[in-house]
C-alpha cells in the first residue's frame, strides 16, 4: 500500500462546524502518547473517501451517517487533546456515536506502551515513541473488511475508483450493509467495476444482514483472541493472508506483517537487499514479538514522517 496522497479538498474542509467540539486526550490506554499527523497519514486508504487528509491545518475529514443523516466530522488536534466538530448541531445519542467513533479510529483503547518501552533505544523505531503505531481505522469494522479487500491484487486507480463508487453509492458516506445486500450485482461489475470482488463484498454485506456477522465484534475488546480474530477473517470471501494481516493491524493486532507487492520491495531497497523471502522478513522481525508487524510497517513508513 503505497503513500497517503493528499489532494485539495473541495467539499469537506470548506464547511463551517456549528456543533459544540468533543474533545478527548490523545493518549492510548497505557497513557502513551497519540499523534495526531501520524496517525492521519499511517497508510493510503485514510486519504480516501469518504476522509480527507487536510495537511494545512493539519486536519482530517470523514463523512459519515448520524441521526439519520450524512454530516461531516472534522478532527484537529490542539495540546495533545483530539478536538472534533460536526457540520451541524447533534443530540446527545449522536454525541455519544461520535465519541465511539473517534476512539475507534484514533485506536485510544489500545495499548503501545509496551511496544515503545520495547524500541526505546532502537536505531530503526526509536523515532515512533512519540506516538506512531495506530494506523487510522474507519468508523466501523465492516468498512475497513471492504476498504482492504478493495487493495487486494490491483493497482492503487483501481483501489481509488472502487472506493469512491462505494462512497458514491452511500451518498457521501461509506454504505452501510444494508444497502450493499440490496444492491444489484450488475452496478459492482458495471460501475464499480470491482471484478471478482464483487459477488464478495456483497455476500459479507448479506450475512450482516441476513446471518447476524457481526464483524464488531473482532475488536480485542470483544475477547476473542487474535488466532480465532485471524481465523475468522481468513474465512470472509476475499478475505486472505494479505487482507487479513493488514485487518488485524487495524484493530489492534500487531503481529502478523502485511506482506504485498508494496511492503516487499520496499522493505528490500530500505535493507540494501537483492532478495528476502517471506521467512526471511519475518524472522528479521521476530524479535518484537507480538508487534513484529507493527515494527515491520513502521520500519517501512519511516520516511513518510520525516
Request: glycine share 8%.
Amino acid at each position: 500500500m503505497p503513500k497517503p496522497r493528499v489532494s485539495p479538498s473541495t467539499s469537506l474542509t470548506s464547511r463551517k462546524a456549528t456543533s459544540t467540539p468533543i474533545v478527548l486526550p490523545l493518549r492510548g490506554a497505557g497513557g502513551e502518547p497519540v499523534s495526531f499527523s501520524f496517525t492521519i497519514n499511517s497508510h493510503g486508504l485514510a486519504a480516501l473517501p469518504p476522509g480527507h487528509v487536510d495537511e494545512e491545518t493539519p486536519g482530517y475529514d470523514i463523512a459519515v451517517a448520524l441521526d439519520g443523516k450524512i454530516t461531516t466530522l472534522r478532527f484537529t488536534e490542539r495540546d495533545g487533546m483530539l478536538i472534533i466538530a460536526g457540520d451541524r448541531r447533534f443530540t446527545a445519542t449522536a454525541e455519544r456515536e461520535i465519541r465511539s467513533i473517534a476512539t475507534r479510529m484514533f485506536r485510544l483503547e489500545d495499548n503501545l506502551a509496551p511496544f515503545y518501552a520495547m524500541i526505546d533505544g532502537d536505531p530503526d523505531l526509536d523515532w515512533a515513541r512519540s506516538g506512531a503505531g495506530r494506523m487510522l481505522a474507519s468508523p466501523a469494522v465492516f468498512d475497513d473488511v471492504i476498504r482492504t479487500i478493495c487493495t487486494t491484487n490491483c493497482a492503487w486507480s483501481a483501489t481509488t475508483r472502487m472506493i469512491t463508487a462505494l462512497v458514491e453509492l452511500g451518498g457521501g458516506a461509506f454504505p452501510d450493509p444494508s444497502l450493499l445486500a440490496r444492491t444489484p450485482d450488475e452496478w459492482f461489475a458495471d460501475v464499480a467495476r470491482m471484478g471478482y470482488r464483487g459477488p464478495y463484498v456483497r455476500k459479507i454485506a448479506t450475512d450482516v444482514v441476513e446471518q447476524g456477522l457481526n464483524l464488531e465484534t473482532f475488536l480485542p475488546q470483544h475477547g476473542l483472541g487474535e488466532d480465532e480474530v485471524e481465523k475468522r477473517l481468513l474465512a470472509l470471501p476475499g478475505v486472505g493472508p494479505y487482507a487479513a494481516a493488514h485487518m488485524m493491524q487495524l484493530l489492534g493486532y500487531h503481529h502478523r506483517l502485511i506482506l504485498d507487492s508494496w511492503t516487499r520491495p520496499t522493505y528490500l531497497k530500505l535493507a540494501n537487499k537483492k532478495r528476502a523471502s517471506d521467512t526471511t522478513i519475518r524472522r528479521r522481525f521476530a524479535r518484537y514479538g507480538k508487534f513484529a508487524g507493527l515494527a515491520f510497517w513502521l520500519y517501512l513508513t519511516r520516511r513518510w514522517h520525516e
